[in-house]
């Protein structure tokens, strides 16, 4: 969860709040600083009692007085905060040279050869981006431009990233606050969610929810827009840990092929080994997108992103029209990721995801049994969700939820809350998370669980 800051609201803090010993006095000086100097929409987690983080360590964070934190949370430090290889690779091309990638350098190349190893044959052909953002832009430019549609599908909740192209394909962002909702062009359909959405059975809800991108497919060419692309996360992040129901993609695919559109997989949140039993999480709904995007967990954090495409769609894409970032493809990226993929690999990080998320499965349901707050437990690997609820199993706990963050963070543990009602706490922490972080922190969750009543649901939520 977070919350902004400004200075109206700064003043309305009751002074013995500001005085805490929730907040550090270092942190209460740079909050000051902060709130005449950075607008309030860049937000802040645990306000109004921010962290001041200054130093990370694989899976640890400490605050300026040396407190540690277990960080529960950080997916974009994939191998681990400030790991020495990464850092290593960043520091030593640094020093030799960082420029725009209108140069020939092996970097560039030997980067691009590792990732689409990762990947099905017919994904070959890469452009490096800094940010998920920039690659889901280019992702929607490259649809456009081959198939000559504008329509673009996106699903309830997701959210792609911060551009203006990306808000309005992000119901996330266009239906929440501040929000002005999704132009002509944009399709939405559900969320594939199976625990409180219209469709619950496994056995059918895979294609249940694709008959709702089929719907969309069927507007889009009735108002002549014509599909240029679906776009979805393969685990929903944004939307609450949403995981996909058995054969959703496939069927989804075939109707947005069908008509001619393209398939984009976004993998910023969960790609890289992260679900574990693949390295790709679209690759567990048995499917082969155009277009994959990846992130800055490619990068360990480093501002290094990926459009990896067919050849087909590269070529198309060629149409006198170049593709230029400055910053995207220079030798410091490349080396960056790089050295991430061989962290993955030889610190065996994706098996540690499959190990390490089973104890956390296993423990997180067992607290299930224990106390109804819990309504559901899902995860894959490192990317994890649960969500609570009222006493009729159904209604959102929000305020429940940010309680357990809030009594996470005092004892050392920092999680965050997400999905439409704020309600599912996700667990997605940097990838060398161990069994012991794992054990510590269902030992400190389980007296926060059995100390929150269940909340009696005042009315149905749909």
Not at 28 to 44: C, M, Q
Not at 117 to 142: E, H, K, M, Q
């Amino acid at each position: 969860f977070f919350f902004s800051l400004d200075t109206c609201q700064l003043k309305r803090f009751k002074k013995e709040e500001m005085a805490s010993p929730k907040i550090t006095e270092g942190a209460r000086l740079t909050l000051e600083r902060r709130v005449g100097l950075i607008p309030s929409a860049l937000s802040l987690s645990y306000s109004p009692t921010p962290l001041k983080i200054v130093r990370g360590q694989g899976t640890y964070l400490f605050d300026e007085t040396g407190r540690r934190y277990t960080d529960c949370v950080n997916n974009v430090p994939h191998v681990g905060h400030s790991h020495p290889a990464v850092c290593a690779a960043i520091s030593k091309q640094l020093s030799e040279l960082n420029t725009n990638s209108r140069y020939l350098h092996d970097a560039l190349l030997d980067f691009a050869a590792e990732l689409t190893a990762t990947l099905p044959p017919p994904l070959r052909y890469v452009v490096l981006t800094c940010s998920g953002s920039d690659a889901n832009d280019l992702a929607l430019r490259i649809c456009r431009s081959v198939t000559g549609h504008k329509g673009v599908i996106t699903v309830g909740c997701a959210y792609h990233g911060n551009t203006q192209s990306l808000i309005d394909i992000s119901a996330y962002k266009n239906e929440g606050p501040g929000g002005e909702g999704a132009p002509p062009t944009t399709y939405k359909a559900m969320s594939p969610d199976t625990f409180r959405g219209p469709c619950t059975d496994p056995a059918i809800a895979g294609e249940f929810y694709a008959a709702d991108v089929q719907r969309c497919v069927k507007s889009a060419e009735a108002n002549s827009h014509g599909t240029a692309a679906f776009i979805c996360e393969s685990i929903q992040s944004c939307g609450g840990q949403i995981f996909l129901p058995s054969g959703y993609l496939q069927a989804v695919y075939r109707h947005v092929r069908a008509a001619g559109g393209l398939c984009i997989a976004d993998e910023v949140q969960t790609g890289c080994g992260r679900v574990g039993t693949h390295f790709w999480a679209f690759e567990t709904q048995g499917v082969v997108p155009d277009i994959v995007t990846i992130g800055k967990p490619i990068g360990n954090g480093f501002p290094v992103s990926a459009v990896v495409m067919t050849p087909e769609l590269a070529h198309k894409f060629l149409n006198g029209m170049e593709y230029f970032n400055t910053y995207g493809g220079n030798p410091v990226a490349a080396v960056a990721g790089l050295a991430v993929l061989r962290v993955i690999r030889e610190e065996k990080l994706q098996a540690n995801a499959l190990v390490v998320g089973k104890a956390l499965l296993d423990g997180f349901r067992a607290l299930q049994a224990k106390y109804p707050l819990i309504g559901d437990v899902r995860g894959m690997g490192l990317f994890i969700g649960i969500e609570l609820v009222c006493s009729d199993k159904r209604t959102p706990a929000a305020a429940e939820a940010r309680q357990v963050i809030l009594m996470a963070k005092e004892a050392g543990f920092l999680l965050s809350t997400d999905g439409p009602d704020r309600n599912v706490i996700k667990i997605k922490p940097p990838m060398c998370f161990s069994l012991t972080n794992a054990r510590e922190l269902l030992a400190v969750l389980d007296p926060i669980f059995k100390g929150i009543p269940v909340p009696v649901a005042q009315k149905s939520h749909l």
